[in-house]
């Protein structure tokens, strides 16, 4: 049975952390003076209210929060959260439709970077501060954050934890989860703070350092500007930016490990890692030929092209410092495999996650042997760990869902009207959370506001349940999860 006491309670919670950094945008929107002070105060005042509302009708709950509970709470923390993040957009008038604004709040909160901005110059600092909040805060799990900041909020923060974590393995620094939360949250701040500095010594403002900072450690993807990167026409910014997605893009327990530690030989022995640098240096090599031979570019030119870009999408960024769409077609084939693959477990990336994918090649090594020793007993091994029968059945599961969500997504955009290749694309951006799509009607370098409104909800379901790892959300739609025992 459903303990909705404590759910209230959290949720409640989560709210008045929200709340906070609404507080934040409103004071930068009362720094610069602009319209959206308004709106900012309405969103502030509405969020605290149904905080109070919601601890209300949670109050004498106890914290007995059990793995269904865990669940539920995960999944409605997100929607919630992105609910009342489209207020500033409405309330100020930037943004008219609900559709829209809970479109641009649910890619910020799940770190996606899909925008239905056509003219992003126009905003106001507030709000565009307010966008690339979403993507700070839901870049590591709104949970998760609340859990390093006050884990006294979150009642059986361990279960929820695990409901809104990446990856198939998880890893701990120290038993305690809340030490661990902060460890991690530790390492992010670090790279925020490295990636604003690098990006205002190379040439940005202290706004735009800020912003693309927050937008590249979250591997989200909003932009200030209209070009994004390419704005600034600047191959230092683009090779900061390029390292510092990569690296936001890593598993933060292995950075923690690997340099608080100095222990920087287990980065590289560390099997995902390996497969992650491996295919990130492959595709670049690809492209940046590709783009000598064919749009002839230099080869200085290409291998940055092609670092950036493979960067952004496996990280699931978003960022372009150069039109793909110009690009010969076999890049794309290379850049949706990013998009497929996505980053680390225990990162920011989305997508598929490297450590699956060395699962699957072991998975696959294993069976050809099994082939020849029908009876030998084969372990699957990562970093001299053996993977349990039961992970590599939830492997293949996962698998399995993600590839059937991306056919049966492709299929309702097409049956909707939308062509092929912009269907395909935009499913594999949605639920891997990468941003940009690779059609006509959706390129790497536009907005998605020419879809219809049905799509764009569609499009905020699955860059849920991508964030969330699929199970986590779908699980909640089974009859079993509302039967009492």
Not at 6 to 12: E, T
Not at 196 to 214: E, H, Q, V
Not at 355 to 375: A, D, S, T, Y
Not at 378 to 388: E, F, H, Q, T, W
Request: charged share 10%; net charge neutral; with cysteine.
């Amino acid at each position: 049975m459903i303990n909705w006491k404590i759910i209230y309670k959290i949720l409640g919670s989560l709210l008045f952390v929200e709340a906070s950094l609404l507080f934040c945008c409103l004071i930068m929107a009362f720094c610069y003076k602009e319209d959206d002070t308004f709106a900012f105060l309405v969103a502030l005042v509405t969020t605290m209210f149904f905080g109070f509302v919601l601890k209300g009708m949670g109050r004498n709950a106890d914290n007995n929060l059990s793995r269904r509970d865990a669940y539920l709470v995960v999944s409605l923390a997100w929607i919630i959260f992105s609910l009342f993040g489209t207020m500033p957009f409405l309330v100020s008038g930037y943004l008219t439709s609900f559709a829209d604004a809970y479109f641009e709040t649910m890619s910020g909160f799940t770190t996606t970077g899909a925008t239905i901005i056509d003219n992003v110059e126009i905003f106001p600092h507030g709000l565009l501060f307010w966008r690339s909040l979403t993507h700070w805060i839901g870049g590591l799990g709104i949970v998760f954050f609340t859990i390093a900041l006050l884990p006294s909020m979150v009642g059986g923060s361990v279960k929820v934890f695990a409901a809104e974590a990446t990856g198939p393995i998880r890893s701990k620094l120290h038993p305690r989860l809340s030490i661990s939360a902060k460890w991690i949250w530790m390492v992010y701040l670090v790279l925020t703070v490295g990636c604003t500095l690098s990006y205002f010594a190379f040439g940005m403002n202290w706004f735009d350092s800020i912003n693309y900072a927050m937008a590249t450690t979250a591997t989200g993807g909003f932009a200030t500007h209209n070009t994004s990167m390419e704005y600034f026409h600047s191959p230092a910014l683009e090779y900061a930016g390029a390292f510092f997605c990569l690296a936001s893009g890593t598993n933060f327990t292995l950075l923690y490990i690997a340099f608080a530690k100095l222990k920087i030989k287990e980065l590289f022995k560390n099997a995902e890692f390996k497969f992650y640098i491996y295919i990130v240096i492959l595709f670049t090599l690809f492209i940046a030929v590709e783009l000598v031979i064919y749009n002839h570019y230099d080869i200085e030119h290409a291998f940055r092209s092609g670092i950036f870009q493979v960067a952004s999408f496996i990280t699931t960024t978003g960022f372009y410092n150069d039109d793909p769409g110009l690009w010969p077609h076999a890049t794309w084939v290379v850049l949706a495999a990013c998009m497929f693959f996505g980053g680390c477990s225990g990162s920011t990336g989305g997508g598929f996650k490297a450590i699956r994918g060395v699962m699957v090649l072991r998975i696959i090594k294993n069976e050809f042997r099994q082939i020849l020793h029908p009876n030998a007993v084969l372990p699957l091994k990562i970093d001299g760990v053996n993977i349990a029968q039961q992970k590599r059945v939830t492997l293949l599961a996962f698998f399995s869902t993600y590839l059937i969500l991306c056919l049966v997504m492709s299929f309702i955009l097409i049956a909707y009207g939308i062509n092929n290749t912009d269907a395909i694309t935009i499913t594999l951006s949605s639920i891997g959370n990468v941003g940009p799509a690779l059609g006509s009607q959706i390129g790497p370098t536009m907005s998605w506001s020419s879809l219809p409104d049905f799509a764009k909800w569609m499009c905020s379901l699955m860059m849920l349940i991508g964030r969330l790892e699929i199970f986590t959300v779908l699980v909640i739609f089974t009859p079993a999860f509302w039967k009492e025992n």
